[in-house]
């Protein structure tokens, strides 16, 4: 094979390439965990904190159809809490009211960009507006 | 006939009889509790001098709608046409002088039966039990059917990003992201809690009334009794719940 | 499998072809990938006119895509042996054009990445949700009858049996999707242009004149460079049915303007006096439409008249002005004189911008070089032939 050079050159080239991501994570210094800020209006969550990091994603859909779709705007949650099914209403008013020190923080991490902000219109950070009943 | 099978087949019948009765019931019950929300909106009060705007203003500030100033990419959910424009008339000379270019508020007229909810690809769109045709922003593919169906003109496609339109977007309603079409949602998030919709609150002469249409009590339909009206394209069988009072 | 190889075997010329197509592509590419940046306000489309130049390319292509009928069912129906080299022809030009189809459709969207809530959420009483099932279908069948047969033809021998029961059930279904194209304008209550049962058969017969036409177009430009193996003959009597279906399209389009202008009520007769005389001073369509009017009366007296019907020059000649002029009545005129005058009655314009353009072009090529490539394939698999 006269091409058995080129060949392991062009193969070593692609494995190169395309295990870069890997190491260059590796042979830089780890980013550190996100801080994120505690919340201001409330010291409960609507749902447990391991639910919430795993799937906050889930509740918001759950949420987001409920509204839309049903027009049902109340959440009962495990304390028996009446809830406004609101992102900016409740989520971000009454808890998490700098969203650059809660939400942004992971997703900056992890290097997700929700599409939510596209349209929900973030309240200034500021005291809680109270949007749990 | 073995008695088990003859007290069975009793209970059978008496069960069925029972649910048929209570799906009766619940039919009746439930036509009784379902509104049918629609505006009668008088169209000689709309003040024709001095232009006024408060019902775009105030729905266009409630929704963050964008104010676009290139008008081929215009998002509007309420707006005025002259009455010649809005009725299809064609000989304005013969026209009442009152009426003659009479500025009419047009928006979604939230038909009864909807072309634009029929035609949607994804159901992005479609009719609530109160008569609302309302949209799924999140939904929406923007492949602007609905928008080729609506016989009215009522619906806007977002053509650009609205948000630099925006200048100050209010918090408690979104505001809709380029590629999606939006109109009239007769404030719904108004309605949830209790309030009028913002244009209807928002008219200093009160031109527009709002209510249900099933009740015969109701404000709206006391003036439906009492003065004639009209409703855009009646021809076309989409039951328009405007009634413009002329 | 699919004998791709065989695609990558030509001349100079061959590759000059598809590397000029690969530049537009990637020119379209460039243009779209600005259009998901800033919206589809980079078209000319506008909030009175919301289709334009992608929807036309679509309507028209799903007539090319269902005009490979035009020659399956004369060979596979009734034994019409001349169109046996020529099906395959057809169900490549098919399979191109319904890839064009579903790109413009995804380039019109204003939120493409949500494309797939058609499927997620199927809604069997919206026109739409049957176009893309039909559509979607109509590609597989074509992709596994090219594919089962070709393959049969390389090897010298029949078909399988159980190909033929599919090849008969794609005929109705290319019957089926651009029926339910026409099905997308003709049941919508607002627009009075589209509102006639007409536009089916219209439809249909604009697709089995420009579709052949091409497909003629595609074979005398091809079978003396490439052995194909298309005996003349079969390109005659394609042109006998672009002729027919020629003429049933200007009956068709006169006998719409017989209704507008007769009983002359200004819904049915506006739409027509922007296209072709213009309204309130707009009249950016009426060279257009006129044009494609010579074109296809020109193109109609060539078909009819055997003689030139039967030399190679003027039925090639004929055929790019049913072409033309059909890509301009059913892409342009139908679809923007539809939203024009507006529900409203408003007038206004369309004009398609640069980048609106640059991406059309784009799909075309791309178009362009799946049909190069599937016929440089049969070419590839004829060659051997005796």
Known sequence: MRDRVLILCGLGLFLAVVTWPAWRTLASAPAPPPELARPVGSTRCVAPVEFMRASHMTLLVQWRDRVVRDGVRTYVDRDGREVRMSLTGTCIGACHTDKTKFCDRCHDYAKVTPTCWNCHVVPPAGPPAGGVR | ?246 | MFMFEKALHGGRGYWAWMTALLAVACAGAWSYGVQLQIGLGVTGLSRDITWGLYIAQFTFLVGVAASAVMVVLPYYLHDYKLFGRVTILGEFLAISAVVMCGLFIVIDMGQPSRALNVLRYPTPWSMMFWDMVALGGYLVLNVIITRVTLEAERNGVAPPGWIRPVIVLSIPWAISIHTVTAFLYNGLPGRSFWLTAMLVPRFLASAFAAGPALLILLCLALRRRWPLRIPRAAIGSVAVIVAYATAAHVFFLLLEMFTAFYSQIPEHVQHFRYLYAGLEGHAALVPWMWTSAGLVTVALVLLLVPATRARDATLAAACAAVFISLWIDKGLGLIVGGFVPSPLGAVADYVPTVREVAITAGVWAIGAAMVTGFFKITAGVRASDR
């Open chain 2, 1 to 246: 006939m073995n008695p088990g099978r003859r007290v069975f087949l009793r209970m059978a019948g008496s069960a069925a009889v029972a649910t048929a009765a209570g799906a009766a019931l619940g039919c009746v019950a439930s036509e009784a509790r379902r509104r049918r929300l629609g505006m009668a909106i008088d169209v000689q009060k709309c003040v024709a001098d001095n232009g006024c705007r408060a019902c775009i203003d105030a729905c266009h500030r409630a929704h963050n709608v964008p104010a676009i100033p290139d008008v081929r990419h215009e998002v509007k959910w309420i707006w005025k046409e002259p009455f010649e424009r809005a009725f299809a008339v064609e000989d304005r000379d013969t026209v009442t002088a009152s009426l003659r270019g009479q500025p009419v508020p047009v928006f979604c007229n939230h038909c009864d039966n909807p072309p634009c909810v029929r035609v949607c690809p994804t159901q992005a769109t479609w009719a609530r039990d109160d008569g609302v045709v309302t949209i799924d922003e999140h939904r929406c593919i923007g492949c602007r059917y609905c928008v080729a169906a609506c016989p009215y003109g009522s619906r806007s496609f977002n053509w650009v990003d609205p948000r630099p339109f925006v200048p100050a977007p209010l918090s408690a309603y979104p505001t809709r992201t380029r590629g999606v079409v939006e109109k009239c949602n007769l404030c719904e998030e108004r309605l949830a809690v209790g309030q009028l919709p913002a244009c209807v609150e928002a008219c200093p002469e009160r031109a527009m009334v709002f209510g249900d249409l099933r009740d015969p009590a109701s404000n709206v339909r006391r003036v439906l009794a009492e003065q004639y009206s009209l409703r855009r394209k009646p021809e076309l069988g989409t039951r328009p719940q405007l009634y413009y009072v002329i």
